[in-house]
């Protein structure tokens, strides 16, 4: 009898025990473990991370990293950690978090415009995506990559066409560049290809023209019109006289990108650079800024005009004053003139 109540006390002590045990790995596995209040919080895992240094990124936002730590083992999580972007769910447990760290690697959408230079690309990138702008900068200008695919180093900036894409966070500057080499290449369709050759413009030509203006209007509807303009000037052997190249080329001089300049002077239109398009006739060698996808549609579809001249229109803010002779284009500058010296701007 007194063994019998033995053994009755350790099976009850044992179903005690058991379920015991079964409510830990319950609450372990299932019970809520984020600390976070707001809906979601990202979490960004980056190449390479050890299971120590994820530990270390999951902590700020788990209620109990040592439960996190137990069913992750259990798992096989830790020798499976892939980098990413992580979107993690308010009162997630333990499991939930592991699935979504181990399978929903979550994109991001990137954009970029009016990049000036490479440079400025990469840092734009970089503040988007793992990659860092050293590793990014090196891969845009590649040498042998740029040859491969018919660019050089003034060019390579021609085949960033701006829009939004979808990346995953942790892609590499090398993934990144090639996707956008295809990107390029759906860009420029049978379409934008034929237009081209319509109006005698290489690919890069279209480009560097549309940088050109891009940076002598902002507004879009504008921007067939002053093509138009430049490409009468093109056609008819004239050299393109414009600022915008003038402002690049003191900029490139000085290696200074930060300088402002509001107002172009006349010993400016001197400096000797392939960029100074008053002083040489030839297109500028590869385009001054990033120009948007409405520019280069632009100088594809540009506008059937007899205008060779034009000049900001002090009357409508934005807007440029056109003229098909230099009489008319110098009474239109002589307003503006007025006007930028009322104003006081010297430079």
């Known amino acids: ?30 019970s809520p473990n984020t600390k976070f209040e707001t809906e979601t919080t990202v979490l960004y895992v980056p190449t390479g991370a050890t299971y120590t240094e994820l530990i270390e990124l999951v902590t700020p936002v788990l209620k109990d990293v040592y439960s996190f730590d137990r069913i992750a083992k259990r798992k096989g999580y830790i020798d499976k950690i892939k980098a990413g972007r992580y979107i993690l769910k308010k009162n997630s447990n333990n499991n939930q978090i592991i699935n979504v760290l181990r399978s929903k690697n979550s994109p991001v959408q990137i ?44 060019t390579a900036l021609a085949m960033y066409i701006p829009n939004k894409y979808e990346f995953f966070w942790n892609t590499s500057a090398e993934q990144f560049r090639e996707r956008m080499y295809k990107e390029y290449t759906r860009f420029w369709n049978d379409s934008r290809v034929l237009k081209a050759k319509q109006i005698g413009l ?55 990108w930060d300088t402002v300049i509001k107002r172009v002077l006349y010993k400016d239109l001197e400096i000797d650079s392939p960029y100074n398009t008053y002083k040489y006739m030839a297109l500028p060698p590869g385009p001054i800024s990033m120009p948007d996808i409405s520019s280069i549609d632009a100088v594809l579809n540009y506008e059937k005009h007899e205008y060779y001249f034009f000049v900001a229109n002090v ?33």
């Open 1 to 30: 009898m007194y063994v019998k109540k033995i053994l009755f006390t350790i099976a009850v002590l044992g179903l005690i025990a058991g379920g015991v045990f079964a409510y830990y790995v319950y609450q372990a596995v299932f």
């Open 111 to 154: 954009n970029f415009n009016n990049q000036e230079r490479l440079e400025n690309l990469a840092g734009r990138i970089a503040s988007q995506i793992e990659a860092d702008s050293l590793s990014l900068l090196k891969s845009f200008k590649d040498e042998i990559f740029l040859k491969s695919k018919g660019f050089s180093s003034e």
């Open 202 to 256: 290489t690919k890069d030509e279209v480009i560097t023209i549309a940088s050109i203006v891009q940076k002598e209007t902002a507004k879009i509807d504008e921007r067939p019109r002053v093509a138009g303009v430049y490409m009468n000037r093109y056609k008819n052997g004239w050299k393109l006289d414009a600022d915008p190249t003038v402002i690049y080329a003191i900029k490139k001089h000085r290696k200074d």
């Open 315 to 347: 009357e409508d803010i934005g807007y440029h004053k056109f003229a098909k002779t230099l009489d008319q284009h110098n009474n239109n500058k002589k307003q503006y003139i007025d006007w930028i010296n009322k104003k006081g701007i010297k430079r």
